[in-house]
């Protein structure tokens, strides 16, 4: 790794500064640390947990250090290693600083226990409805395209420690993800030099891609389906739903299903694209949404569907299929908007 940092990096540490050092103060006191970040992970959320989590192995070995969380079940165990299981009674037992990525919404996190840690830390992207309550410390940054890239800011503030290829692979499969393939419009300069500084470190790319984005055949059975049955409304909102039914007979849970919602992303004509997918999950049943845009601000209608997320990637819910007209209307009339 170079001792000189990216430009956007520098300018990145040297306004939070003080921040950092307050964060660094505290994990250098702290001897247990658990990491945690948010429910049904993606790339950034276990790329950013397992990123710091590594780097503070490699780099305190006399800590003890957790990562928590539920598992993915399509990324478990291909691509990151299972969470660990750590029970009540392990949290009521010990004095722990969390350190929480990828969310800022409490009950968006993976683990209720967070909320037992003598000291918070935040390090996060999104926007938040009821956040922690009072976290010690708070990186987020609302425009940053993942939240890998604050946590790889935060590590690089280090002086004289190392960011392993390991910690960087992680952090990497954070940014790729978040940023989508570097696609994304929240994808800046600074994006481009924390991909620079992780790929200095010397990890196998190919591989890293080829773990990444690898698919099933079952996986093509379901985007076949996908392509027979989208439909598009009026202005441009192309979705798909998946009931519950469909996906027994595809052999796929609902977070397999949503994974084909960005086949739609380059379509002349489609603004805004959806997958639907029926969560049979009796405790909590309803139809899951992820909502992506080529554009268009969509969080405000995610926040009115019982969910949130960004302006161009966000998750939302209905609790009826009879409900999904009304959604995929509030889409529509958005994008009739922005073309009045
Ligand atoms: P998803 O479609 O589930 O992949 O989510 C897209 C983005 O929106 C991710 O950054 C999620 O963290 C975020 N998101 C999804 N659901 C919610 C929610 N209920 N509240 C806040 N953010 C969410």
Not at 201 to 218: C, I, S
Request: proline share 4%.
């Amino acid at each position: 790794m170079t001792s000189r940092l990216p430009s956007e990096i520098a300018s990145f540490a040297a306004e939070h500064k003080a921040q950092y050092k307050a964060m660094r103060k505290a994990i250098e006191e702290a001897k247990t640390i658990v990491v945690f970040r948010h429910l049904k992970p993606d790339f950034d959320a276990q790329g950013s947990q397992m990123g710091l989590y590594t780097f503070l192995k490699d780099n305190f070995p006399e800590k003890e250090i957790h990562y928590v969380g539920d598992n993915h079940v399509s990324f478990t165990p291909r691509i990151f290693p299972e969470t660990e299981k750590l029970n009540e009674a392990w949290f009521d037992s010990h004095d722990f600083l969390a350190i929480v990525c990828d969310v800022g919404d409490a009950d968006r996190i993976a683990n209720p226990h967070f909320a037992k840690a003598k000291t918070i830390i935040k390090i996060d992207h999104h926007p938040c409805k009821k956040e922690i309550t009072t976290p010690e410390y708070t990186i987020c940054q609302l425009g940053s395209a993942s939240a890998a890239e604050l946590v790889l800011n935060f590590m690089a503030s280090y002086k004289g420690k190392t960011i392993s290829k390991e910690a960087a692979r992680w952090i990497y499969i954070g940014i790729v993800g978040d940023s989508g393939r570097f696609m994304f419009s929240s994808t800046s300069i600074h994006t481009f030099q924390c991909a620079e500084l992780c790929l200095q470190t010397g990890f196998d790319l190919k591989e890293t891609y080829l773990t990444m984005y690898e698919k099933t055949v079952d996986s093509l059975r379901s985007l076949s389906y996908v392509l027979s049955n989208f439909k598009v409304s009026e202005h441009g909102v192309a979705y798909y739903t998946l009931p519950k039914e469909v996906q027994e007979e595809l052999r796929i849970t609902p977070e397999l299903g949503k994974e084909h919602v960005n086949t739609f992303s380059n379509i002349a004509g489609v603004e805004i694209w959806c997958s639907i997918t029926e969560d049979p999950n009796p405790s909590d049943y309803c139809w899951r949404i992820s909502i992506r845009s080529k554009g268009l601000d969509i969080s405000k209608i995610a926040n009115k569907w019982g969910g949130g997320g960004h302006a161009q990637a966000s998750g939302a819910r209905i609790d009826h299929l009879s409900d999904l007209e009304y959604f995929i209307k509030d889409l529509d009339d958005l994008i009739a908007s922005s073309k009045a």
